[in-house]
Structure formats: C-alpha cells, structure tokens
C-alpha cells in the first residue's frame, strides 16, 4: 500500500540522512597513529626537544592533533618510574616509542616490548647497552640517534684547561659505579687529564642528597676546575649543582647547555636540538610509513655547540680566552 509522506516529512528525513553520512564516513576513517614518547626528566626543561621532535615530525607530513598523536610519559627524575610508564606505553598499543635522554629510558623501553619499534633520542651507544647489534644494520626493534656524550667527556676537559689554564687539579663529578656510563667517562676523563698533566679527583655523588657533600669533598681536596658527568639526576638537579659550583667559586664545565642557560660557566654537547628533529624526520616519520627499525642505521651527531656564559666567567674572575669566545657556539651576556 502506497504511503504518503507531507513535504515537511520529507525534507527532515533527508536532513537526517544528510547529517548521518558525513558521521559515518567519519567513523570509517582510520585513527590517527599514536606515538609514545618516555623521558626520564620533566617537561619544562624538555621544551625546546619537544618542539625540535614535532618540527621533524611535521616536515615528513605529520602533525599532533591532526594525523598522529604523542603519549607523553616523564619520570620527574625518578629512574624507578620508567619500567611501569614503558609498560603503560606498551599496554597502550602505541605505534612507535622514542625513548630520550639517555640509555636508561631505552633498556627500560626495551624490557617491555620486543615487537613495538623504539627509537633512541640521545641516548648512548646502542651497541654497548646490548640496544642494536651494530650501528649500520641495527636488527630488532631498537634503532635512533646515540649523543656519544660519554665519549665528549675528554673534548670538555681540553676546553676547560682553555678556561683556566693555571689549574692543577681538576675534580670528576660522577654517579659512581652503579651509573650506567661511569667506567666509560671516568676512563675518558683520567685518559686526557693525564695528558693534559692534570691531577683528577674524582667524587661521586650516587643520590639527590650526595651533591652537596661531594662539592665538599672536591674542596677540601683542593680541585680547581671541576667537570660534571653525564647522570641523569645530576641534569635534574642542574639548578641546585650550578648554584654550588657558584659558592664554592669553581669553574665548571657542563655536558648539556641547560645548566649553563641556569648561570653555569660553559657546556659542551651535541646539538641536542638537531638530534630530536633527526628523530621526528628520519626515524619516527619513516617507521609510521612502513619502514623497519632494524634497517634504519643508528646516527652519531655532526652538529656540537659550546656554550659559554660571560656573566659567571666575570663573576669567577675569568678572562675567557678569544679562542674560546670565536669558537662559541652561543655567549650569554
């Protein structure tokens, strides 16, 4: 039997169907990739590597909130908290992790998943922490851009003899033994001092509440210079170990340009920025299209910056030399 439907009936039956397809082609519209991202620091600081990571991102066509979204997860300093935030990221079936800041975060990354892709932001050798069987042809799951900031810890100590060239005895910063790079930069460290006829005190300061007493110790030992060694609480710490090397009046040389722009004298590193781009375009980009992380060849870093801050060169009393200040890859007034 015929129905009969009034023109008023029609046109919101046509409506609602109008409004109904564009939902459903939307529903049928694959979801946006998600990717985990696990520093064992806190965000502030992290600011300018996360803007460098989502540039690279978004110059190989990705972009937040539009076509992939990041997980973000920080430790806060606390190394124990990496294993539960790896294993979250990993319950989350996100696509690719990138673990950054240092080995720590990977090996936490990689005792979680052996299937899940991760790509190293800054960490260390991947082949010596057992990361990726060689650099070239990685094999795994693990592939990214290692810092070598260990392996810079000798090239920092040449640069402070340039600083103060009158100092005889220079003093090791250092988590101890039970730092994952220790033996690797204290073995870097004693190697040029020697060279350079230093003597070395080394100090360590395993915890948050060792600083103080091991910049009480290097005192009364009588150092002269002092460089900082690459441990992730001492960089969480940056603040509290710039202003006790400001006290004690000795003359520092930091691995990473945070503490220097915190009123350190001067930092020596990779271009750390340049290195969560690479990531962003080279890594993370190629492996959400298709690309095996075991294929992709693990970097060494070709951009380095010197940081040099003349205001507590002044306050140390230093002249700092026109060799250091033209080969400066940033003054701060």
């Given at each position: 039997?015929?129905?009969?439907?009034?023109?008023?009936?029609?046109?919101?039956?046509?409506?609602?169907?109008?409004?109904?397809?564009?939902?459903?082609?939307?529903?049928?519209?694959?979801a946006s990739p998600v990717i985990g991202f696990l520093n064992w620091g806190s965000p502030a600081?992290?600011?300018?590597?996360?803007?460098?990571?989502?540039?690279?991102?978004?110059?190989?066509?990705y972009i937040e909130g539009q076509n992939v979204r990041i997980e973000f997860r920080w430790a806060?300093?606390?190394?124990?908290?990496?294993?539960?935030?790896?294993?979250?990221?990993?319950?989350?079936?996100?696509?690719?992790?990138?673990?950054?800041?240092?080995?720590?975060?990977?090996?936490?990354?990689?005792?979680?998943?052996?299937?899940?892709?991760?790509?190293?932001?800054?960490?260390?050798?991947?082949?010596?922490?057992?990361?990726?069987?060689?650099?070239?042809?990685?094999?795994?799951?693990?592939?990214?851009?290692?810092?070598?900031?260990?392996?810079?810890?000798?090239?920092?100590?040449?640069?402070?003899?340039?600083?103060?060239?009158?100092?005889?005895?220079?003093?090791?910063?250092?988590?101890?033994?039970?730092?994952?790079?220790?033996?690797?930069?204290?073995?870097?460290?004693l190697e040029v001092a020697r060279a350079l006829g230093w003597q070395v005190v080394v100090v360590?300061?395993?915890?948050?509440?060792?600083?103080?007493?091991?910049?009480?110790?290097?005192?009364?030992?009588?150092?002269?210079?002092?460089?900082?060694?690459?441990?992730?609480?001492?960089?969480?710490?940056?603040?509290?170990?710039?202003?006790?090397?400001?006290?004690?009046?000795?003359?520092?040389?930091?691995?990473?340009?945070?503490?220097?722009?915190?009123?350190?004298?001067?930092?020596?590193?990779?271009?750390?920025?340049?290195?969560?781009?690479?990531?962003?375009?080279?890594?993370?980009?190629?492996?959400?299209?298709?690309?095996?992380?075991?294929?992709?060849?693990?970097?060494?870093?070709?951009?380095?910056?010197?940081?040099?801050?003349?205001?507590?060169?002044?306050?140390?009393?230093?002249?700092?030399?026109?060799?250091?200040?033209?080969?400066?890859?940033?003054?701060?007034?």
């Open positions: 039997m015929p129905v009969n439907i009034g023109r008023r009936e029609l046109i919101a039956a046509l409506g609602g169907s109008a409004i109904a397809w564009p939902l459903v082609a939307r529903a049928q519209q694959p600081p992290n600011r300018p590597l996360v803007a460098a990571f989502r540039q690279g991102l978004a110059e190989v066509g806060e300093g606390h190394y124990d908290r990496l294993p539960t935030q790896a294993a979250d990221l990993v319950q989350r079936q996100v696509a690719v992790i990138v673990a950054s800041g240092s080995s720590g975060v990977a090996l936490a990354v990689k005792a979680a998943t052996s299937t899940i892709p991760i790509v190293v932001a800054a960490g260390g050798d991947p082949v010596k922490y057992g990361l990726a069987a060689s650099l070239n042809r990685p094999g795994g799951n693990v592939t990214g851009v290692t810092a070598i900031a260990t392996d810079l810890a000798g090239k920092r100590l040449d640069l402070l003899r340039e600083m103060v060239p009158q100092a005889k005895a220079v003093a090791f910063l250092s988590g101890g033994p039970s730092s994952l790079n220790f033996e690797d930069e204290a073995s870097n460290v360590e300061a395993g915890s948050d509440r060792d600083i103080e007493r091991a910049f009480a110790t290097m005192v009364q030992r009588q150092a002269e210079a002092l460089i900082v060694g690459v441990v992730p609480h001492f960089t969480y710490n940056s603040q509290r170990i710039v202003e006790l090397a400001e006290r004690y009046k000795i003359p520092t040389i930091y691995p990473f340009r945070t503490y220097v722009v915190r009123g350190g004298l001067m930092s020596y590193n990779a271009d750390q920025v340049d290195l969560l781009r690479q990531v962003g375009v080279d890594y993370v980009g190629r492996i959400l299209k298709g690309a095996k992380p075991g294929d992709l060849p693990v970097r060494q870093p070709t951009k380095f910056e010197l940081l040099i801050n003349l205001k507590t060169a002044k306050a140390l009393g230093l002249e700092v030399p026109p060799s250091l200040l033209s080969t400066a890859d940033e003054v701060i007034e």
